[in-house]
């Protein structure tokens, strides 16, 4: 699992590179988040703009980084592809995240 | 389920609890010839349930040891049919699980699975047969752009 932190100002960017979060990949990517949000800062968003599937595991996995992260840190998310929005559309997980359409605009508004 | 179903040869995939091996199964399945013409909203559904399906028989179905899955996609009319075997454990109680759907608030990290199967697909139904698993569903799966 490849993710990709940057800090933008205060805001920590984690991009997702690899394509999919699913079962295969849902305990890595939880271990590798937990690593990369030992890094102080105001926000965290979770860039999902290469993201083209995730799966239930991959669901919970992002709820269990946002249950980590709380409640100093809200995750906000970004560039859900349009597999990855019906499935936390589906499920009503959108009703609980920040969820900006491109990492643009959740850099330019505070979370 | 009827006859022209079971004339088509099948996909057939290996899976243990290897989520690795349900990956590569996923996607030998979406390249089907019978998904080629769904528009994408409708690919996407048809990704998200049998995701689903196949990481539950590797989990459950296949827990105690490895075996085949068989799937077959046949598109008629308006509808895509789906049929799902496997070899493994028979589901608890011989029936669908119906667990109780997350609420949002509660933060779950699991038990959507079953919510997202439901939700998207119709007219589910499980039966058991000399030591198959049978799942059979249809999924909406008009010409593309409809």
């Given amino acids: 699992m490849s993710l990709t932190a940057s800090m933008q100002g205060t805001t920590l960017v984690i991009h997702v590179d690899d394509d999919r979060i699913d079962a295969a990949g849902a305990i890595p990517f939880k271990e590798r988040m937990r690593g990369l949000t030992a890094t102080a800062s105001d926000r965290v968003i979770l860039d999902l703009s290469n993201v083209r599937f995730l799966d239930s595991s991959g669901l919970g996995a992002v709820v269990a980084v946002m249950k980590l992260l709380a409640p100093e840190r809200r995750l906000e998310l970004s560039g859900l592809t349009p597999t990855v929005e019906k499935v936390f559309r589906l499920t009503r997980m959108d009703t609980v995240f920040t969820i900006h359409p491109a990492l643009a605009q959740g850099l330019r508004h505070a979370g | 389920m009827p006859g022209p179903l079971r004339m088509t040869d099948p996909i057939v995939i290996h899976l243990s609890g290897d989520a690795g091996a349900v990956r590569d199964g996923l996607r030998r399945a979406m390249a089907a010839p019978a998904l080629c013409r769904l528009a994408a909203d409708q690919r996407a559904t048809v990704e998200i349930v049998l995701a689903e399906i196949l990481n539950n028989i590797a989990e459950h179905a296949y827990a105690a040891?490895?075996?085949?899955?068989?799937?077959?996609?046949?598109?008629?009319g308006g509808l895509l049919s789906c049929r799902v075997e496997d070899e493994g454990l028979p589901m608890p109680g011989g029936r669908l699980p119906r667990?109780?759907?997350p609420l949002p608030e509660s933060l779950a990290e699991g038990g959507y699975g079953w919510h997202l199967i439901r939700t998207l697909a119709l007219g589910l139904a499980y039966e058991r047969d000399a030591g198959v698993n049978r799942l059979s569903f249809r999924i909406p799966a008009g010409q593309s752009g409809q």
């Fill in chain 2, 65 to 76: 040891g490895d075996g085949p899955v068989r799937l077959w996609l046949r598109q008629c």
């Fill in chain 2, 99 to 101: 667990p109780p759907v």
